[in-house]
């Protein structure tokens, strides 16, 4: 249970109060494109959400809020605030960068696509899978006519058990990267149709149309 305190008056006759705040969003354009968080393209446009103190004016019989400073202030993709505003309480949340807090800039983050790290861990698996054949196969060609059945029959088991295991390990990361890149396939496409409606809307056209699903103008033959 939280205590209750009542507002009380700034310098300038302002109400305020530790609880009182005003949070906003807005659209924001970046080039070459901002870097976010949890997402592997660079975002021409974003949505940025801020949080605020704030203070309130009684005047002319109406009451005006006014920001004070400024508590937070996140960037999302198109994507990432379509998820954000569909997903009431599910999960941990929905990534987002973080560009001011604490009354200042946070630093930008370096551009890091998470797909580049995907193919590295699917290249080294490979190579790893690949070298324990290579060393069973050496350990096989480097026995000699006086090696027993047994050394043999153990020298095939263990290039059987390293060529069940390349199977398995290509396997899972060829299904994790396929995974990776339809996600960033699909962020993409919903930042593209995002901004479609934007351009649509700004164009006049009505509400919920977007660029992507006006029919083509058909074409004119020439005499």
């Not at 797909?115 to 054949?133: D, N, P, Q, W, Y």
């Not at 396929?178 to 960033?184: D, F, G, Y």
Request: hydrophobic share 35%; aromatic share 4%; proline share 4%.
């Amino acid at each position: 249970m939280r205590d209750t305190q009542p507002a009380t008056r700034n310098e300038r006759g302002d109400e305020t109060h530790p609880a009182f705040g005003l949070i906003g969003v807005t659209r924001r354009s970046s080039t070459p494109g901002a870097v976010l968080f949890d997402s592997d393209m660079r975002h021409q446009h974003s949505v940025v959400v801020s949080l605020s103190t704030a203070t309130r004016k009684r005047d002319l019989n109406h009451d005006w809020i006014h920001p004070e400073e400024t508590v937070v202030e996140v960037q999302v993709s198109e994507a990432q605030w379509a998820s954000f505003v569909s997903s009431m309480g599910m999960g941990n949340g929905v990534p987002c960068t973080v560009i001011h807090r604490d009354g200042k800039n946070v630093p930008d983050l370096e551009y890091d696509p998470r797909l580049a790290h995907s193919m590295a861990e699917v290249k080294e698996a490979a190579a790893r899978t690949f070298g324990e054949i290579d060393a069973a196969m050496a350990a096989y060609d480097a026995l000699d006519s006086k090696a027993t059945a047994k050394e043999k029959r153990e020298a095939v088991d263990r290039i059987r058990d390293a060529t069940r295991h390349a199977q398995a390990n290509i396997r899972y990361a060829s299904e994790t990267l396929t995974k990776h890149a339809e996600n960033v396939v699909q962020r993409s496409r919903a930042d593209i149709e995002a901004m479609s409606m934007q351009a649509a809307q700004a164009l006049g056209l009505p509400t919920g149309t977007h660029l992507l699903s006006l029919p083509e103008t058909p074409a004119v033959e020439e005499d």
